[in-house]
């Protein structure tokens, strides 16, 4: 019978605790992590980057997507332990040299940001879709959207941010 | 992060993970996608004290074996089964079902392995239970239902909703188990054992190690169909699946598989109504004096809140639909 691993103390002098590496948006990172933390434990609570967001904690809302070597992962589902050695890509990564990316850009541009609890998720998923499929179809942006939840925009103008920025249309003159 | 310890191991083969298994007893569990284990933990309805990862195990690319068959890892990826050029050319229908699974980033992470292994589903269990005060249900350990609050006999009547076990149980599809033993190999509905409580017949040190699809006959046509509320990342109120094959004068029906899901314990298959569909002719009316029968062969479970009565007339719309689509499938193959 497999002896379950005690919490407090004692389990800190089994040291069931181990380091992994990670790299995040680019920075490599010495981590310790017990079996039980999750990647957004370590992306929100160890390195600080609270941009990632913990939304439902179980798979149903994505509002914790990032890009795990480039694909959209849940990081609420995720194992920090099991990302030993990998990329993580997070929504603080995708900004270059102070530049917005075109994919955060065109959310402003739509106004398909009102609370902006989704947003992260939807801008990493958006961000992942564009990589494979740089000029997406209406139907194909719901889709590869369709594991992120938003509560206030109604999705429309999210859609069209992709459309926008895919550089299929910018549908609404934009807001100075 | 998850409220109890546990520990955790990385092996790099099948035998290595199977070793572990056997050493660490029945509090070890395998860790593939996470996706529908990770919650559950987070649940507390299952508490492993070990988790054997799969994540460094490289799964196959899909491939053709020389018997035409379909080879496919059981840790692939969902995105790589819907994306595969090989799955779509030669079993379209899983590549489809594959596709209709939960959202993007769950597909990328979920595993053909883990999507037939997934626990049982009920609105009771699937949910945090810290702040409620009530007693546990059979399936947590305790002495009550609650859907069904005349069960006095320690059933647990929890659904099976893999939407991709039904559509490969229609295309007659085998497994691989790796085992202490080594390999064996049955019919994917042999997994299945019925019970809400223990819904998988894997030894406690096994693993799903490949699934094959046999080549399909000539003039065969599928339909596949996932009924739900609002068509994305949601569980199926019903999973159909078929596959028809046509005699050589392309008109009756040589055979028929036809399978549900979301609706029993386990997949179900309707062998009656296959039995009664050999040497029809299938022109619209027996179609759709066959989804009649098919509705009424299944005992569909009401399940998060839709009643038996629905799910049946769910079953004989969808299938008449779904048959009337395999069938033009069987006679053009391009359609
Ligand atoms: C929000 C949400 C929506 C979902 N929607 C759907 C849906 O629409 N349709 C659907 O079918 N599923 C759905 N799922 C369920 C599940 O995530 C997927 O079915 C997924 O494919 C499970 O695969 P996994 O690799 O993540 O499994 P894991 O969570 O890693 O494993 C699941 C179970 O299978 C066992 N296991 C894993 N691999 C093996 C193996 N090789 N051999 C033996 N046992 C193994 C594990 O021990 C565990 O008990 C959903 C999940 C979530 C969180
Ligand atoms: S059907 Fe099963 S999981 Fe649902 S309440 Fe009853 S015993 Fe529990
Ligand atoms: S927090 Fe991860 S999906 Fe909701
Ligand atoms: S903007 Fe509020 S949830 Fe999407």
Same mark, same amino acid.
């Given at each position: 019978m497999?002896?379950?691993?005690?919490?407090?103390?004692?389990?800190?002098?089994k040291?069931?605790?181990?380091v992994?590496?990670?790299?995040v948006?680019?920075?490599?990172?010495?981590?310790?992590?017990?079996?039980?933390?999750?990647?957004? &434990?370590?992306?929100r609570?160890q390195l600080?980057?609270?941009?990632?967001?913990?939304?439902?904690?179980?798979?149903?809302?994505?509002?914790?997507t990032?890009?795990?070597?480039?694909?959209?992962?849940?990081a609420?589902?995720?194992?920090?332990? &099991?990302?030993?050695?990998? #990329?993580?890509?997070?929504?603080?990564?995708?900004?270059?040299?102070?530049?917005l990316?075109?994919v955060? #850009?065109?959310?402003?541009?739509?106004?398909?940001?009102?609370?902006g609890?989704c947003?992260?998720?939807?801008?990493?998923?958006?961000?992942?879709?564009l &990589? &494979?499929?740089?000029k997406?179809?209406?139907?194909?942006?719901?889709k590869?959207?369709?594991?992120?939840?938003?509560r206030?925009?109604?999705?429309?103008?999210?859609?069209d941010a992709v459309?926008?920025?895919?550089?299929q249309?910018?549908?609404?003159?934009?807001?100075? | 992060?998850?409220?109890?310890?546990? $520990?955790?191991?990385?092996p790099?083969?099948? $035998?290595?993970?199977?070793?572990l298994?056997?050493?660490?007893?029945?509090?070890?569990?395998?860790?593939?996608?996470?996706?529908?284990?990770?919650?559950?933990?987070r649940?507390?309805?299952?508490?492993?004290?070990l988790?054997?990862?799969?994540?460094?195990?490289?799964?196959? @690319?899909?491939?053709?074996?020389?018997?035409?068959?379909?080879r496919?890892d059981?840790?692939?990826?969902?995105?790589?089964?819907?994306?595969?050029?090989?799955?779509?050319k030669?079993?379209?229908?899983?590549?489809?079902?594959?596709?209709?699974?939960?959202?993007?980033?769950?597909?990328?992470?979920?595993?053909?392995?883990?999507?037939?292994?997934?626990?049982?589903?009920?609105?009771?269990?699937?949910?945090?239970?810290?702040f409620?005060?009530?007693?546990?249900?059979?399936?947590?350990?305790?002495?009550?239902?609650?859907?069904?609050?005349?069960?006095?006999?320690?059933?647990?009547?929890?659904?099976?909703?893999?939407?991709?076990?039904?559509?490969?149980?229609a295309?007659? @599809?085998?497994?691989?188990?790796?085992?202490?033993?080594?390999?064996r190999?049955?019919?994917?509905?042999?997994?299945?054992a *019925? $019970?809400?409580?223990?819904?998988?017949? =894997?030894?406690?040190?096994?693993?799903?190690?490949?699934?094959?699809?046999?080549? @399909?006959?000539?003039?065969?046509?599928?339909?596949?169909?996932k009924?739900?509320?609002?068509?994305?990342l949601?569980?199926?109120?019903?999973?159909?699946a078929?596959?028809?094959t046509l005699?050589a004068?392309?008109k009756?029906?040589?055979?028929?598989?036809?399978?549900?899901?979301?609706?029993?314990?386990?997949p179900?298959r309707?062998?009656?109504?296959?039995?009664?569909?050999?040497?029809?002719? =299938?022109?619209?009316?027996?179609?759709?004096?066959?989804?009649? @029968?098919?509705?009424?062969?299944?005992?569909?479970?009401?399940?998060? *809140?839709?009643?038996?009565?629905?799910?049946?007339?769910v079953?004989?719309?969808?299938?008449?639909r =779904?048959?009337a689509?395999?069938?033009?499938?069987?006679?053009?193959p391009?359609?």
């Open positions: 497999y002896e379950r691993p005690v919490s407090g103390l004692e389990a800190k002098t040291s069931r605790s181990r992994i590496v990670l790299s948006n680019g920075e490599t990172h010495e981590v310790m992590v017990r079996p039980r933390h999750r990647l957004i &434990d370590v992306i609570d600080n980057l609270t941009g990632t967001k913990d939304g439902c904690q179980s798979g149903t809302c994505g509002a914790c990032v890009l795990l070597n480039g694909r959209p992962v849940l609420c589902l995720t194992l920090a332990v &099991d990302c030993d050695g990998k #990329e993580v890509r997070t929504i603080e990564g995708l900004a270059e040299n102070g530049q990316n075109k955060q #850009e065109a959310f402003l541009d739509q106004g398909a940001i009102q609370c609890f947003t992260p998720g939807m801008v990493m998923s958006a961000t992942a879709l &990589d &494979d499929n740089p997406p179809s209406r139907h194909q942006i719901d590869a959207l369709e594991g992120n939840l938003c206030c925009t109604g999705y429309n103008a999210i859609v459309l926008q920025a895919s550089g249309g910018g549908v609404k003159p934009v807001m100075k | 992060m998850i409220l109890f310890e546990f $520990d955790h191991e990385r790099n083969t099948p $035998d290595e993970a199977v070793a298994l056997t050493h660490a007893g029945p509090d070890a569990r395998l860790l593939a996608g996470g996706t529908d284990l990770i919650p559950n933990m649940y507390r309805t299952v508490t492993p004290a988790l054997v990862s799969l994540g460094a195990i490289q799964p196959e @690319a899909p491939r053709e074996e020389k018997d035409g068959s379909l496919l059981a840790l692939a990826k969902l995105v790589t089964i819907e994306n595969s050029a090989l799955v779509r030669r079993a379209p229908m899983l590549a489809e079902s594959a596709h209709t699974v939960a959202g993007n980033q769950i597909r990328q992470m979920g595993t053909l392995g883990g999507n037939l292994c997934q626990d049982t589903r009920c609105l009771y269990f699937n949910q945090q239970h810290d409620q005060f009530v007693a546990p249900c059979y399936k947590r350990g305790g002495d009550c239902c609650y859907p069904f609050p005349r069960n006095d006999k320690s059933t647990c009547w929890s659904v099976f909703m893999s939407d991709i076990a039904p559509a490969l149980i295309l007659k @599809a085998e497994i691989e188990i790796q085992g202490e033993q080594g390999l190999r049955q019919p994917l509905e042999a997994l299945y *019925g $019970d809400g409580l223990k819904p998988h017949k =894997l030894g406690q040190a096994e693993l799903l190690r490949a699934v094959i699809v046999p080549p @399909a006959s000539p003039r065969q046509g599928w339909g596949y169909h009924e739900s509320v609002r068509g994305g949601e569980f199926g109120m019903a999973i159909l078929a596959t028809v005699a004068d392309s009756a029906c040589e055979g028929a598989r036809l399978a549900l899901g979301a609706v029993r314990e386990a179900v309707l062998t009656e109504t296959e039995k009664a569909m050999a040497g029809q002719a =299938l022109d619209a009316e027996r179609i759709a004096e066959i989804a009649e @029968a098919a509705s009424q062969e299944v005992n569909p479970l009401p399940h998060h *809140g839709f009643t038996k009565a629905h799910l049946r007339d079953i004989r719309i969808q299938m008449r =779904l048959l689509r395999a069938v033009e499938r069987a006679v053009n391009n359609a």
